[in-house]
């Protein structure tokens, strides 16, 4: 499968735990993003790299959230200090041009 | 602002049936659209995408048409499937802006046998 793969694809933490997602995009390609998604929403942009620069950050993106992509390659976002409202569908898409995205990693805050 | 939405939250059809769904933007300056397709569990996956200097698309089974005037977009499936039941999304964009995509809140699609 060439396509752009997310890991893990569901993870339960405890309110206060740091949880951290990774995202392999489609080879090659130098655009990179992370979106959120809750239920019977459509994805809402976070970030967006373009090779390893961090380009773009959405206010949504607080200060508990970090993302990076160290060699233009894979990125991974890290949540610090879970809190409940940050139980969602993280997905990460990739694009030369078109955004093609990952199944997503669920998370679920308790 | 920047916006998108659609006109009807969930669209019922025959096995067979042509279906369309709409979807409305508010954002003038937003050049770039495209449609995603969502089953449950899933990630979007891509449909179609139009250019604003564009007023209609076409590929296999699905039509896109934009109307700038009123800031209007649909997408017409032919035939439509039972494997086309999902959720679709509308996304804008504007091309050497932002690159985020601004996505609507969907449309549930059931397609009955």
């Known amino acids: 499968d060439t396509g752009v793969s997310q890991n893990p694809r569901h993870k339960i933490t405890k309110r206060g735990q740091n949880v951290t997602f990774r995202c392999d995009p489609i080879?090659?390609?130098?655009?990179l993003y992370w979106y959120r998604q809750t239920l019977g929403q459509g994805p809402e942009f976070l970030t967006y790299?373009?090779?390893?620069?961090?380009?773009?950050k959405s206010r949504l993106l607080s200060d508990r959230f970090s993302a990076e992509r160290p060699k233009g390659s894979f990125s991974t976002l890290e949540i610090q200090r879970t809190e409940q409202g940050d139980s969602a569908m993280y997905l990460c898409?990739?694009?030369?041009?078109?955004?093609?995205f990952g199944p997503g990693t669920r998370l679920t805050v308790t | 602002g920047e916006s998108v939405g659609l006109h009807l939250p969930t669209l019922s059809v025959q096995e067979g049936d042509n279906s369309i769904i709409n979807c409305a933007y508010s954002?003038?300056?937003?050049?770039?659209f495209i449609w995603y397709k969502q089953e449950s569990g899933k990630g979007p996956q891509f449909i179609i995408d139009i250019r604003s200097n564009m007023d209609k698309r076409q590929g296999q089974r699905v039509t896109v048409l934009l109307n700038k005037t009123v800031k209007h977009l649909s997408l017409q499936i032919a035939a439509t499937q039972p494997g086309d039941s999902a959720v679709y999304f509308c996304?804008?964009?504007?091309?050497?802006?932002?690159?985020?995509?601004?996505f609507g809140k969907g449309t549930k699609l059931t397609v009955n046998p």
């Open positions: 996304a804008e964009n504007v091309q050497g802006g932002s690159e985020k995509l601004v």
């Open positions: 080879s090659e390609h130098n655009r």
């Open positions: 954002n003038s300056a937003s050049d770039y």
């Open positions: 898409a990739s694009s030369p041009d078109e955004q093609y």
């Open positions: 790299f373009q090779n390893e620069a961090q380009l773009e």
